[in-house]
């Protein structure tokens, strides 16, 4: 069983376990917010490219309209000056004209009829696929809400485990609070169980000596706020956390 020192850093570490919990969700919100964000833009820039060919597809149609009312405009012309030729070979030249810009224009109508269908696949391609992408765009707002919701809530609790540290290094006196912190500072979790001689931080055996410190320590009952109980602290040799003794199974 942990001394009366452990105990309380045991505590202590719990509460600074939860806070860095807290700490990391929130950190990372801002990372998974822009990947949410990312799909959003993703997706809008979608529907764009969409729309964007169905209007490509609309504007041949009225280049295509404008060059067959051309061509039209050139056929009534010929009509019209084949009227009033009086040689037959002028005659013969406009009619070949004629015929010509007919042909032409029947091309370009049927080209016109192609595009059509083009626009009417294509809108109803748009239509599914904007229905389908702006669904999406509202699931992944409704995300970005739900992270914003969950950050909020979360500095909520951050507040009252920081406020339950407070309480829990209170009872701790300053030299083993040092021990801790400066632990704390590299790495994580401070104190470690032993157990058949096995550092609970690095997994590796430690030294007989440390193993008896640790099993001596676990005997001793010199509370946390006696500067004292900093002598009950036994470090790994191995990982440099501070262990307590657990009895082998």
């Not at 946390?224 to 009950?232: N, V």
Request: aromatic residues 4%; contains cysteine.
């Amino acid at each position: 069983m942990p001394s009366p020192a452990i105990e309380t850093l045991l505590i202590l570490q719990a509460r600074d376990t939860r806070r860095r919990d807290l700490e990391a969700q929130i950190a990372a919100t801002p990372a998974e917010v822009a990947a949410v964000e990312a799909q959003i833009a993703a997706e809008r820039a979608a529907i764009d490219r969409a729309r964007d060919g169905l209007r490509q597809l609309e504007s041949d149609k009225k280049l295509l309209e404008t060059e067959i009312g051309s061509a039209e405009a050139k056929l009534a012309k010929y009509r019209t000056q084949q009227l009033a030729v009086k040689k037959n070979d002028e005659y013969q030249a406009l009619t070949r004209e004629i015929e010509a810009m007919e042909a032409s224009i029947g091309a370009l109508e049927e080209r016109e009829l192609e595009l059509l269908y083009a626009i009417d696949a294509a809108k109803e391609r748009f239509d599914a696929a904007e229905a389908t992408l702006q669904q999406n765009i509202s699931g992944h707002q409704a995300r970005i809400a739900t992270l914003r919701e969950r950050e909020q809530s979360l500095r909520v609790e951050l507040i009252d485990a920081q406020s339950e540290i407070a309480a829990a290094r209170a009872p701790v006196a300053d030299p083993l609070l040092r021990l801790y912190d400066r632990i704390a500072a590299r790495q994580w979790p401070v104190i470690v169980p032993l157990q058949n001689g096995i550092c609970g931080g690095s997994h590796l055996r430690v030294s007989s000596d440390v193993d008896s410190a640790a099993r001596a320590a676990s005997r001793m009952t010199a509370p946390a706020d006696d500067p004292a109980a900093l002598e009950q602290l036994v470090l790994s040799d191995q990982s440099g956390q501070i262990l307590y003794w657990v009895s082998a199974q």
